[in-house]
């Protein structure tokens, strides 16, 4: 029988999650607006093509409001993840402790990107 994961490899393993959601939103997001922009490029006289822009431009806000929550909870996630590797460093596993050490890193790494990205948009809109 296997032993149970500890409390390191389980929080490591939530943040691992909470970052491939968050790239799965981007991608779902860069595919919205390239939907948006064939939808804008096509210039199609039908009918509901007004209301299929009008859809697409919510479903595109929609994918963008999740972004500040989810960003918040891979923040919450990694600080838990920081505060028990550094409460468990000298006991813990050498394999559990490299992948928490990478996770925290990619983690603060988006953070960094997220902000950068945010700064720019703001400098856009004003």
Known sequence: MMAPPSQLAILTSSVERLIK????????LAQQEQRLERMIASDSTEENAEFQVKQERAAIEETKAVFP??????????????????????????????????FITKAKALKDTGNKKEKKEQEIIA
């Open 21 to 28: 959601e968050e790239a799965s939103y981007h991608k779902e």
């Open 69 to 102: 929550p989810l960003c918040e909870r891979i923040e919450m996630a990694t600080d838990k993840l920081a505060d028990k590797l550094e409460a468990e460093e000298g006991s813990a596993p050498e394999a559990e402790v490299t992948k928490a050490k990478e």
